[in-house]
């Protein structure tokens, strides 16, 4: 079955550690996106790639680097300079020409708990 | 700055009830609106409106769209306990090219049997 799969499901980190999550897909999705989920805000932009070697920043990039090498992979480091990092990561996919688009696929996510 | 706005942030109600949860926004290359529930964990996908005053109609959900007032509503008749979840509004827009969801802040409904 086709989908997104997101790992580590829980990851824990010491303060001034980077840490890589891993997102892949098997959709042949063109457009990748990682979203940040806090309790009370919904959900933000991190960063987002419409095709291969090829992203952009969105709302809230500062602290975050990706990399797309392959279209099937949209890996997410979360650095040092993210000062509040704990949080509920979100990736997904999108195949936008579809004609019966339907919006974002997910991953089942990644729960970062700085310790 | 793109933003998508939605009430009550919480809402507790009884098994049976009817609940109406609002998204309210304001955005430029507005495309469509999209609706999805989240559990545990990965939102699911239940509507995408782009056009005004038609609903969209599943089950005992549904939702319509008015593009003049900018804001949307979903319905839930005779809610169960497997409705709880968060709920989360999305304006699909391009922006610079690309194809962008802005969300809101969802809505947490509890429904107690």
């Known amino acids: 079955d086709g989908g997104i799969t997101q790992s580590p499901k829980y990851l824990f980190r010491k303060e001034g550690q980077n840490v890589t999550l891993s997102c892949e897909q098997n959709?042949?999705?063109?457009?990748m996106y990682w979203y940040r989920q806090d309790p009370g805000q919904g959900l933000r932009l991190i960063y987002y790639?419409?095709?291969?070697?090829?992203?952009q920043k969105g709302d809230i990039a500062e602290g975050y680097s990706v990399s797309r090498e392959k279209k099937e992979s949209f890996p997410l480091t979360v650095t040092s300079a993210q000062k509040n990092p704990t949080a509920f990561y979100l990736c997904?996919?999108?195949?936008?020409?579809?004609?019966?688009?339907?919006?974002?696929?997910f991953g089942s996510g990644t729960r970062l708990t700085v310790v | 700055e793109d933003k998508v706005v939605q009430s009550p942030l919480s809402l507790v109600v009884h098994e049976g009830d009817t609940v109406t949860l609002n998204c309210s926004y304001e955005?430029?290359?507005?495309?469509?609106l999209l609706w999805y529930k989240q559990e545990k964990k990965a939102p699911t996908f239940l509507f995408m409106l782009?056009?005004?005053?038609i609903e969209k109609k599943s089950g005992r959900l549904s939702s319509i769209l008015d593009k003049k007032e900018l804001f949307s509503i979903l319905n839930i008749t005779a809610t169960q306990t497997g409705d709880s979840a968060v709920y989360l509004c999305?304006?699909?827009?391009?922006?610079?090219?690309?194809?962008?969801?802005?969300f809101g802040q969802g809505t947490r409904l509890t429904i107690n049997p």
């Open positions: 997904a996919s999108s195949n936008g020409q579809a004609r019966d688009w339907r919006g974002y696929t």
């Open positions: 959709l042949n999705h063109d457009a």
């Open positions: 790639s419409q095709i291969v070697n090829d992203f």
């Open positions: 955005v430029t290359n507005f495309r469509s």
């Open positions: 782009t056009s005004s005053g």
């Open positions: 999305a304006v699909l827009l391009f922006y610079q090219g690309a194809q962008k969801l802005v």
